[in-house]
């Protein structure tokens, strides 16, 4: 078939499609794609258009013919383009040579023309410069606070060091001073636990061992450093429980859990509520949440930090990486998206797709004969679209039957058929001819120069298209900047009615792990995994074994005055003095008593008595007899002579008449005692009311 009578075909077939002349329709349309590839390429992430000394290799210095003069979507390229092409090497880890990240062969077998991307691309002359414009505020503020921290504490290291040297003879005074031992008050402050995971750890400990008293105040202990470390009191042994609670006045969600814990402490403190397991857990339950808040609001906090670490971006998890060299693809899905387009990369595997939509398969993408056949099954079946750029081998299928080569046209202009106004242009390099040596005919073409050779195709395919470009730099970032080069890709997408999505296949596809052990069996990672599990199991053993019988640290602690007074009545039973211990008990007995009952004026013992057996009912006889005794032994309590035993009790065992007298100064104790009791909760009532 000659040409007139392809571009008659091509005529009726678009006589009950597309318009062949351009309406103000297409021209608007036109603009709006144009907005679209300016607003997306006057991101500073895109260098090649805003820096004009950027690098370009010798096949992205191809365009620069094309991009001669100046460009409204990429200022600086033009003045790139007058620098000479720089070769710059290409990365071993990138996996464009022919095989994927995994090792897999790529399709062809054949390095792809894509050039390096921005993180390979080095410049041919140093320059340092620190860029924060991928980060957000909030992680700018971090970073430079921790730099100013970081220098802070480097410089006072250093003034520290400089300045520590002192006066010879204040370092000889200090080495004449005789050496002291801590003090009682340094060795408790020593002995305090400040820790508050410990303390709820020790608090638990002791309501194991049925020690309910010292577990809460283990755990109340804990609550007062967990607040005292969030400055919201201030430990000091000067206030008391009540100034704690009051502290809290700003914080009254913490104030009424606070008193309410209080309570409960200082009723087992103060001897109201005897200690036991359900008052414990009642203060235990309350106490936990306190201390925790600070913890949860430490790692909401560095949850935010991480969400918040980098400038979020529109679009979806493209948007965050992509190549955004000239070469790459990333300003091509972004406009994609502005157009209306659901665009991705598509990272897991390629298979034929359930639904319809429009895949860009790029060189270097893995593809075996099986998935082709699904694919052109998936075209002709659910109306799909697959759109092949630049492609080293073509499949041998019998419904497209091409193959590239290389094409003798100098021209860069490119024609559509179906729009005698679009000016597209794409460097010369290569055309597509029949697998028999023969012009394509097709439905749609894009013809290249005065020889009209073909640079691309849209093929029916049952349901679906088949779109064949014979250079994939026309899905490339640079190719953007190129007049209508923008439009006649999304003229070719927009040929499948149905094609409103795009996945763009290339080198990277189903290259990654599918499961977390074929990723570390494709990094050789596993002798590494293997060695930290054996140190794991070591530090276990190390630390979890036990090589002797466990037993719980001693409690280090203050003795309270019970401790001291049965040590002290322990000292008077090995001595026996039980009579100068009831001596020294009547005398503070009997001040008390007098402090008490004695009102009249009187002085002596038979007042006493008389006010001492009205208060408690006693005859006055019985209460005037022990007085008396209780008298006598505080006429006998000398301590040169009570400390002392007498010379009938020094030998191996005690004489009767001393088990006696024993026995009779704990009466004596015991009597006194009573009246002590007796005349006590009349006064306390009476100071009560």
């Known amino acids: 078939m000659s040409r007139r009578a392809r571009l008659f075909a091509a005529l009726v077939a678009l006589s009950a499609g597309a318009p062949l002349a351009r309406d103000a329709r297409a021209e608007d349309e036109e603009k709006n794609v144009h907005f679209s590839v300016r607003d997306v390429l006057e991101d500073d992430r895109y260098r090649f258009c805003h820096e004009d000394d950027y690098p370009l290799t010798p096949e992205e210095h191809a365009w620069c013919p094309i991009i001669a003069g100046s460009s409204d979507v990429c200022p600086e390229l033009p003045a790139a383009c ?36 921005e993180d390979e691309r080095r410049r041919p002359w140093p320059e340092m410069r620190v860029d924060l414009s991928g980060m957000s505020f909030f992680a700018s503020v971090l970073f430079i606070g921790l730099l100013v921290v970081f220098f802070g504490g480097v410089i006072h290291a250093l003034l520290k060091n400089l300045l520590r040297d002192r006066a010879p003879a204040e370092e000889a005074k200090e080495e004449r001073a005789p050496a002291r031992g801590p003090t009682l008050e340094e060795t408790a402050r020593r002995e305090v636990e400040t820790d508050v995971q410990r303390l709820l750890a020790r608090a638990r400990s002791h309501a194991a061992r049925g020690d309910h008293a ?49 309570r409960d402490v200082e009723g087992v403190q103060f001897g109201v509520t005897p200690p036991s397991e359900p008052i414990f857990r009642a203060v235990m339950d309350r106490v936990v949440p306190l201390v925790s808040r600070a913890l949860a609001l430490a790692l909401v906090v560095f949850g935010l930090s991480a969400a918040l670490s980098c400038t979020p971006h529109a679009g979806g998890g493209d948007e965050g990486g992509g190549d955004r060299s000239p070469s790459g693809t990333q300003a091509v899905l972004e406009v994609l ?22 895949l860009v398969v ?12 699904d694919l052109f099954a998936w075209v002709s079946d659910k109306g799909g679209t697959l759109f092949l ?26 024609a559509a058929d179906w729009s005698r106004g679009l000016r597209a242009s794409l460097p010369p390099g290569k055309r597509l001819v029949e697998a028999n040596g023969d012009e394509p005919e097709d439905l749609y073409m894009i013809l290249r120069g005065e020889s009209s ?41 927009r040929f499948a009615p149905y094609a409103t999505e795009v996945e763009i296949v290339d080198e990277w596809t189903g290259v ?20 930290l599990f054996l140190l794991l199991a070591l530090l276990y053993l190390w630390k979890g074994s036990a090589f002797a019988r466990l037993r719980d640290p001693p409690a280090a602690g203050r003795r309270a005055f019970a401790d001291h007074a049965r040590a002290l009545g322990l000292a008077y039973r090995r001595a026996r003095a039980s009579r100068h211990a009831a001596g020294l008990y009547a005398s503070w007995a009997l001040d008390r008593l007098r402090e008490r009952v004695h009102r009249s004026g009187r002085r002596g013992l038979i007042p006493l008595a008389e006010a001492i057996a009205a208060r408690t009912g006693r005859p006055e006889a019985e209460v005037m007899r022990v007085l008396v005794e209780a008298s006598g032994a505080r006429e ?8 002392r035993a007498p010379e009938s009790a020094r030998g191996a065992r005690p004489s009767p008449r001393a088990r006696d007298g024993a026995a009779a100064d704990l009466e004596l104790v015991r009597e006194l005692q009573g009246f002590l009791d007796a005349t006590g909760q009349r006064t306390s009532d009476r100071k009560t009311t």
Do not use: C
């Open 82 to 117: 007058t620098l000479p092409p720089v070769e710059l090497s290409r990365s071993a880890v990138s996996g464009r040579g022919g095989r994927g990240a995994s090792g897999k062969p790529r399709a062809g077998g054949a390095p792809t023309d894509r050039g390096p991307t």
């Open 362 to 373: 790029l060189p270097g993408a893995t593809i075996d004969d099986a998935t082709w056949k």
């Open 636 to 643: 006998d309590a000398a301590p040169a002579s009570s400390l």
């Open 512 to 531: 990654g792990a599918e499961t977390p052990f074929e990723a570390v069996r494709e990094a050789n990672l596993w002798p590494v995994i293997a060695q």
């Open 389 to 414: 750029a630049g492609l080293p081998r073509l499949p041998d299928e019998v419904e497209l039957g091409l193959r590239v080569a290389q094409d003798a046209e100098t021209s860069t202009a490119l």
């Open 214 to 262: 010292r577990a809460i105040d283990d755990a109340y202990a804990a609550l007062l450093r967990r607040l005292d470390g969030d400055g919201l009191i201030e430990i000091h042994p000067s206030r008391t429980n009540g100034d704690y609670v009051r502290s809290l006045r700003d914080r009254p969600d913490l104030k009424g859990a606070m008193r309410s814990i209080v």
């Open 453 to 493: 050779s073909t640079a691309g195709v849209v093929r029916r395919l049952g349901e679906g298209k088949v779109v064949v470009i014979a250079d994939d730099r026309l899905v490339s970032n640079v190719s953007l900047a190129a007049p209508d080069n923008a439009q006649l890709f999304l003229d070719l997408l």
């Open 337 to 358: 998206k502005e157009q209306g387009f659901k665009a991705r990369r598509r990272g897991e595997a390629l298979a034929a797709p359930d639904r319809a939509l429009a």
